[in-house]
């Protein structure tokens, strides 16, 4: 069974550390609120259960991201319209070949190079630019993107970061459910996109939430 408690075990450690602010019922870290299941992404910050790098998500102050999303614009229209059927697989594919170097040494390496080993702030769009990341970097970016997609109306359901951990370790994918209530993964690090209950049984991982059983 997979364990949930990644996010209330990072909440804990930065509130030991008093690194963890409360503002309007919401948490916060370094003036930025700390994305979790089911919040927002873009604008957030995403911090681990142990100390590494603190990724901010913001497409507003940053460039990457609004040009990650106009490629995935493009790879969704047909005959210049978008066409809602095709956005999820434009934003795997889009983000799969933004960051085809997909290796923990060579993350860490980048986070080093930018003193963001503990909790230091480091953008998404420096992941982006070295064309390097694992999952936490790939969940991010497809959430982030679906997400300027529903600001602009094209879809209406509801994208996010989940992660959890089991004997194997710990790992984050993006889950969509879309207006009529399916529910999709987006898990560029393991090449799945597809739904929820399509997911194949064998060498997959565990992406059902306890209120999915």
Known sequence: MANWDKTQAMKKRLQGEGKLDSIGGEDFYQGRPIIHRDSPVNGGVYLGAKQREAIVVDSKKYSGLSALYSIAKNKASVDGNIRKDLVLEAVFQTVREAMPTQNEEAVEKIVREHGAEKDGKIALDVFLEKRTGVCRQDALACAALLELFKEEVFI????????????????????????GGEVFILDVAQN???KLEKAPDKKRWDYERPEDF
């Open 192 to 194: 799945y996109l597809g």
């Open 156 to 179: 209406r359901g509801k994208p996010g970061v989940d992660r959890n951990s089991n004997e194997v370790g710990g790992h984050a994918w993006c889950r969509y459910t879309n207006s």
